[in-house]
């Protein structure tokens, strides 16, 4: 590997980081439903911690996984073909997942069940966007 | 970890928007700021990669041959034109000779496959010489 050659070590480091968030945001969705259908059970509130810092998690680990992303492709946050599908999906999901971090933490447990309701879709739309962005990156990962 | 922060449902739906430009305007950031770093990199390769030097020979020669190496390599994704297609437009870009020839070379991860075995030294400069006349 040289520095004008960044495609091998970036290739294994996307490839190892991004799986960290995609599988922490996907548990905080499904701790956080979890703790929705069940909110008037003993384990409504440990259900939402949990989602909450499963969510944080998510998104501190999103930071490093879009990093490796831009270097991977140099600096490139579109280009062409299957990488621009990628991509079509990952900024907005890199955002969705960064602002639902927020949102949870500002809401905190003080937060009503409609304010739930709306974290809960926004968070599920994250996660059908994240899926999107999964699968082009597998499709990159297959070419030759 | 109950409320962390003692925000309104309104001002949280603010700050949640707030972060979320923050984190894409800071990938913006950091983007432009790899891809200036690489443009400025390209300008000054170490050998061997100094054999993609810019080209001297702009004749009109040059240039046909540069096309006919265009139409037959590069039109399928560029366009017959050059004004793109799966590939993007190559017309006005504002990078060095030299940055186009390794472009040519080593191909961009996932984008462009690399050239390197298909031309050597001589057909790198005349495609160069081409898409330079692509204003």
């Not at chain 2, 190559?90 to 496959?113: C, N």
Request: hydrophobic share 50%; net charge positive.
């Amino acid at each position: 590997m040289t520095t004008t050659d960044p495609e091998p070590f970036w290739t294994h480091a996307h490839g190892a980081l991004v799986h960290f968030p995609i599988a922490l945001v996907c548990a905080a969705g499904v701790l956080e439903a979890a703790g929705f259908a069940l909110r008037s059970r003993d384990c409504m509130r440990s259900l939402r911690e949990a989602a909450h810092w499963t969510m944080l998690l998510g998104a501190a680990g999103s930071v490093p996984a879009v990093a490796s992303g831009l270097f991977l492709t140099r600096g490139r946050m579109w280009g062409h073909g299957a990488l621009r599908l990628h991509h079509l999906f990952v900024w907005p999901s890199f955002g969705l997942v960064v602002g639902l971090a927020v949102w949870r933490t500002a809401l905190g447990a003080r937060a009503s069940d409609g304010n739930r309701a709306g974290y809960l879709a926004v968070l599920a739309v994250a996660i059908v966007l994240i899926t999107f962005a999964g699968y082009w990156g597998g499709v990159l990962l297959s070419r030759p | 970890m109950t409320a962390v922060l003692p925000l309104t449902p309104r001002a949280a739906l603010i700050a949640a928007m707030v972060g979320a430009a923050a984190a894409l305007g800071s990938a913006y950031a950091g983007a432009r700021g790899l891809q200036l770093a690489d443009a400025r990199r390209s300008h000054a390769l170490p050998s061997p990669d100094r054999w993609a030097d810019p080209p001297d020979d702009l004749s009109a020669a040059a240039q046909a041959g540069g096309r006919k190496l265009y139409l037959r390599y590069c039109a399928h994704c560029h366009g017959a034109d050059a004004t793109g297609d799966e590939g993007p437009d190559l017309h006005d870009e504002e990078v060095s000779d030299r940055y186009i020839a390794r472009t040519i070379l080593k191909g961009i991860p996932h984008q462009m496959p690399s050239f390197a075995k298909k031309f050597g030294a001589a057909e790198t400069r005349e495609l160069t010489a081409y898409l330079r006349t692509l204003d």
